[in-house]
């Protein structure tokens, strides 16, 4: 750590966390709008490329087929809502998100990702309004489809105006460039080792992204280990519409539009932050690709969305193309490390994560300060893969 500045780990903190992505960085937020004394070690640069926290834009939508999902994507939304009114910022793009159906494409149009989790949200009380495919025409003459159900709550996420507004958030708290060495149980606290000195702290956060299982084997005689894979979209393009229809697809007229069945999902411009409309095409995990012949985003193109056919195309190049940290089962990790009191992870966002970064900060905030959260998160406890951790061990160590 540089001896040029106030050294922000000079005594004993309330909350260190280590890594300094949106997790990280809403974590430490809430606690120092609590009054904590907190620090963000971050490896590498916030904000970096190599992050899965670096870009321009990322969906936020409520639309998922778990209701828990759902519910959770609700109240990051309202999170949301207050960080943009306690820092006089707005960082959500309002522009609603849709999702669509074609039968040319999925013939079972009514067993479609976005009819399903249309009928889930509405039972939950989440209004979604359906368009028939003429509405569809009429209201976005680019695009083709039998179905599309309109989240008016969805849109953008301003990555780059989140990142500088929690960093003036959290000033000197931020210290990057270090790598921490050792993680350490004192008695009550924890000391943190790095490579430009050390930290004493009551409670320690890990949200190190693929870094995690480094940190975690930092701590002596832990048995957990995460389950992590790493995954991106297969595309991810930009589409330059011509000049006199470049008006369709401005997010004050385009929403965020969504095919998951088919692993596309489409952000519209925004003026001054994205100037192209970006289309990416993934391989949801959860998602059957039997169902539908778009195997690229020049598929989705000629079958979908003809109003860009037109358009000049180029790879995504200037932003990161999303880096997913998939887990074997699925679920978030969010919770304390077993066999430590003050030592909590948050991990295994599936791709899907950041729309909840206030919610998933609010949570380690409270679960490190407060003795517990308000959310009911038990099935995202990383105790689950320290269990099967210990039984491994214990089947190795007794061959039948």
């Known amino acids: 750590m540089s001896t040029d ?7 004993v903190l309330d909350l260190l966390v280590i890594g300094g992505g949106v997790m990280g960085l809403f974590t430490a937020y809430h606690a120092a709008r609590a009054g904590d004394r907190v620090a963000v070690l971050e490896r590498g640069r916030v904000g970096d490329p190599a992050t899965a926290s670096f870009g321009k834009t990322r969906s936020y939508r409520r639309d998922y087929l778990d209701a828990t999902y759902v519910r959770f994507a609700d109240e990051a939304v309202r ?8 820092e006089a910022v707005s960082v959500l793009v309002r522009c609603g998100c ?11 149009v009514e067993e479609t990702y976005g009819r399903v989790t249309a009928g889930l949200m509405n039972a939950l009380g989440m209004p979604v309004s359906t368009l028939s495919g003429a509405e569809v025409t009429a209201r ?19 990555l780059p105006l989140v990142t500088a507004t929690l960093r003036g958030a959290l000033g000197e708290a931020v210290v990057e460039g270090v790598t921490v060495t050792a993680v350490e149980p004192d008695g009550d606290l924890v000391r943190v080792v790095t490579d430009g000195g050390e ?90 690709r039997d169902r539908t012949g778009v195997t690229s985003i020049a598929d989705f193109v000629a079958q979908v969305m003809p109003g860009l056919a037109a358009a000049a195309v180029r790879d995504v190049d200037d932003v990161d193309g999303c880096d997913y940290d998939l887990v074997a089962d699925d679920d978030f990790v ?24 206030p919610w998933v900060g609010r ?26 951790a210990l039984e491994t061990v214990a089947l190795e160590g007794h061959p039948s």
């Not at 849709?98 to 079972?108: G, H, K, M, R, Y």
């Not at 969010?334 to 909840?356: D, E, H, I, Q, S």
């Open 5 to 11: 500045s106030p050294d922000p780990t000079d005594g």
């Open 79 to 86: 999170l949301w809502g207050e960080f943009e009114a306690a």
């Open 98 to 108: 849709l999702n669509i159906a074609s039968s040319a494409v999925t013939p079972e």
């Open 140 to 158: 976005y003459p680019y695009l083709r489809a039998d179905v599309a159900d309109l989240d008016p709550v969805g849109g953008l996420v301003n």
């Open 199 to 288: 930290a004493v702290a009551r409670s320690v956060v890990v949200t190190a992204g693929h870094g995690t299982n480094d940190v975690l084997a930092l701590l002596p005689d832990n048995v957990l280990q995460v389950p992590l894979t790493r995954d991106r979209p297969s595309e991810a393009k930009y589409f330059t519409p011509p000049a006199p229809e470049r008006h369709l697809f401005t997010a004050d007229a385009m929403p965020v539009i969504a095919y998951l069945d088919t692993g596309i999902y489409l952000h519209p411009i925004v003026p001054g932050l994205v100037e192209d409309v970006k289309i990416g095409y993934y391989n949801p995990p959860d998602i059957p």
């Open 334 to 357: 969010l919770g304390a490390v077993p066999g430590f009191a003050n030592v909590f992870v948050g991990v295994g966002w599936r791709g899907t994560g950041y729309k909840f970064a």
């Open 363 to 388: 949570v380690l905030f409270e679960l490190a300060r407060r003795e517990g959260t308000v959310y009911d998160i038990g099935r995202f406890d990383p105790a689950r893969f320290a269990d099967l």
